[in-house]
């Protein structure tokens, strides 16, 4: 084995320090030099933009779709998504669905009998709408109990949560893709609480609301450089803090209130937030390409169908509540 003399050693820790400040002033430069290149690329969109609208800052029209592509796409989907955005159609799909909740809801705490507002429990155990354990063989329940809430509280969140975050996701991939997801966490909520929680009755939205916030939450983290790291934070810790108290809250409700009370079937949570992380998000991250041809959307769509047939087989020949 050779010796390295101790002033070789020396020159060789005087080259290695100039050496290591030299690569770390390189990433440093690199790194403004890229959020440099950012910001005049968007500098340049926006003049092309207002050339080719002759003269017009579409802009100042577009400011909504701006924010909206920042919150919802990774930055090499911005540019397309401004180039044809557009409020037609509307978001149609949860505005509508959330009209109709609504409804059911105002119908159910007026007209009647129970005549209230806060806690809707016995008013709403005899609606053609609940998923009852007792009735699986009529199976849109497994569906229309999205439409039923049990309060005001139960109600009020899962509206502000899915027009908060569905309204913008609408506007950018539209109403058919995010009424599939959203359908897809209502169905595999209401199969997964049969499973998991087989005598318990089911209302509320929260397993679409939830399909929602999974597969936006997997596309901001994997898009996680390209979406403002900034914002990117921000959004995952907003998602977080939200999901993670609203699962305390549900397993409080399930498991320590009194018996009279109404307890909150967890599963629906999760199973509609496994949906939307699966299916959820190969549809969000789909923007700009053909969703029948990625083989990401079959594999999830493959995986999401063996589950319902399991859940179907468990229902007609081993639910506990047959």
């Keep these: 084995m050779g010796a390295v003399s101790l002033g070789d050693a020396d020159d060789k820790m005087v ?23 950012r910001a005049m690329n968007e500098e340049l969109e926006e ?5 080719d609208g002759g003269g017009k800052d579409p802009f100042k029209n577009k400011k909504v779709h701006r924010i909206v592509s920042k919150w919802m796409l990774p930055e090499k989907a911005r540019r397309t998504y401004l180039e044809r955005a557009n409020c037609l ?16 809801f105002i119908y159910y705490a007026v007209w009647k009998p129970q005549n209230q507002w806060i806690t809707l429990d016995t008013g709403i155990l005899e609606s053609p709408f609940i998923y009852s354990p007792e009735k699986r063989e009529e199976a849109w329940r497994f569906i229309s109990y999205m439409l039923v809430h049990a309060g005001v509280q ?32 209502v169905t595999a909520g209401s199969l997964a609480s049969s499973i998991f929680d087989p005598l318990r009755s089911l209302v509320g939205a929260s397993g679409g609301v939830y399909a929602l916030m999974g597969g ?34 549900a397993l409080y409700r399930r498991f320590f209130v009194p018996a009279s009370g109404s307890p909150v079937s967890f599963a629906a949570h999760i199973a509609g937030g ?27 769509i493959v995986a ?11 229902n007609i020949f081993l639910s506990p509540a047959n």
């Design 89 to 104: 159609p509307p978001p149609v799909f949860i505005i509508s669905i959330s009209l109709a909740e609504l409804a059911v």
């Design 154 to 185: 139960h109600i009020l969140g899962n509206l502000i949560m899915q027009l908060v975050l569905g309204i913008p996701l609408e506007m950018v991939h539209k109403g058919l893709r995010v009424g599939l997801v959203y359908l897809a966490g």
């Design 304 to 314: 999401y169908l063996a589950c319902v047939l399991f859940a179907v087989f468990f």
């Design 47 to 51: 003049e092309k933009m207002r050339e």
């Design 15 to 37: 080259e290695i320090g100039p050496r290591t400040m030299a690569a770390a002033h390189d990433l440093e430069m690199e790194d403004m030099n890229l959020n440099m290149d």
């Design 274 to 300: 496994f949906a939307g992380m699966s299916i959820g998000y190969t549809v969000f991250s789909c923007f700009d390409k053909a969703l029948l041809k990625d083989p990401r959307f079959w594999i999830a």
């Design 216 to 249: 936006y939450f997997m596309n901001v983290l994997v898009n996680f450089r390209e979406m403002i790291p900034a914002f990117g934070i921000v959004r995952l810790l907003i998602i977080i803090l939200i999901i993670g108290s609203d699962m305390g809250f």
